[in-house]
Protein backbone atom coordinates (compact mmCIF):
# COMPACT_ATOMS: atom_id res chain seq x y z
CA UNK A 1 0.00 0.00 0.00
CA UNK A 2 1.76 3.34 -1.05
CA UNK A 3 0.46 5.95 1.43
CA UNK A 4 1.74 10.23 1.34
CA UNK A 5 4.24 9.95 4.34
CA UNK A 6 5.47 8.41 6.82
CA UNK A 7 3.08 9.59 9.43
CA UNK A 8 0.68 8.61 7.32
CA UNK A 9 2.08 4.89 7.38
CA UNK A 10 2.35 4.55 11.09
CA UNK A 11 -1.52 5.44 11.18
CA UNK A 12 -2.33 3.03 8.73
CA UNK A 13 -0.32 0.83 11.08
CA UNK A 14 -1.52 1.26 14.31
CA UNK A 15 -5.41 1.18 12.66
CA UNK A 16 -4.59 -1.97 11.03
CA UNK A 17 -3.46 -3.60 14.32
CA UNK A 18 -6.46 -2.69 16.36
CA UNK A 19 -8.48 -3.90 13.43
CA UNK A 20 -7.00 -7.58 13.48
CA UNK A 21 -6.79 -7.46 17.10
CA UNK A 22 -10.95 -6.74 17.15
CA UNK A 23 -11.37 -9.62 15.06
CA UNK A 24 -9.00 -12.27 17.33
CA UNK A 25 -10.78 -11.00 19.83
CA UNK A 26 -14.43 -11.84 18.33
CA UNK A 27 -12.96 -15.32 17.62
CA UNK A 28 -11.69 -15.91 20.72
CA UNK A 29 -8.02 -16.18 19.53
CA UNK A 30 -4.44 -15.04 20.38
CA UNK A 31 -3.40 -12.29 18.54
CA UNK A 32 0.21 -13.46 17.28
CA UNK A 33 1.30 -10.10 15.49
CA UNK A 34 4.38 -8.56 17.02
CA UNK A 35 4.59 -5.79 14.87
CA UNK A 36 4.06 -4.41 11.51
CA UNK A 37 7.19 -3.13 9.48
CA UNK A 38 7.24 -0.18 6.87
CA UNK A 39 9.31 -0.13 4.55
CA UNK A 40 9.70 2.17 0.90
CA UNK A 41 9.90 0.58 -2.83
CA UNK A 42 12.83 -0.71 -2.40
CA UNK A 43 11.98 -2.96 0.96
CA UNK A 44 14.35 -0.60 2.83
CA UNK A 45 12.94 -0.19 6.61
CA UNK A 46 11.60 3.06 7.49
CA UNK A 47 9.66 2.67 11.08
CA UNK A 48 8.34 -0.60 12.48
CA UNK A 49 4.96 -0.07 14.66
CA UNK A 50 4.68 -2.32 17.78
CA UNK A 51 1.33 -4.06 18.09
CA UNK A 52 1.57 -3.47 22.28
CA UNK A 53 2.27 0.34 21.38
CA UNK A 54 -1.08 0.51 18.93
CA UNK A 55 -3.21 -1.13 21.27
CA UNK A 56 -1.68 0.35 24.63
CA UNK A 57 -2.89 3.98 23.02
CA UNK A 58 -6.62 2.60 23.19
CA UNK A 59 -6.61 -0.14 26.26
CA UNK A 60 -4.27 1.89 29.11
CA UNK A 61 -6.47 4.46 29.40
CA UNK A 62 -9.51 2.04 30.65
CA UNK A 63 -6.77 1.08 33.26
CA UNK A 64 -5.13 3.68 34.24
CA UNK A 65 -8.12 6.20 34.34
CA UNK A 66 -9.08 7.43 37.20
CA UNK A 67 -10.42 4.48 40.67
CA UNK A 68 -13.81 4.37 41.09
CA UNK A 69 -15.43 3.66 44.50
CA UNK A 70 -14.93 0.05 45.04
CA UNK A 71 -10.96 0.43 44.21
CA UNK A 72 -8.67 -0.99 46.49
CA UNK A 73 -5.86 1.68 45.10
Do not use: Q
Not at 27 to 39: A, D, F, N, Y
Amino acid sequence: MELPDLEAAKSEARDTIRELAAEYIKMGKPLTLWSIRICDADDRLLAEVATSDALHEVIAPVFNGPRGPDSHA
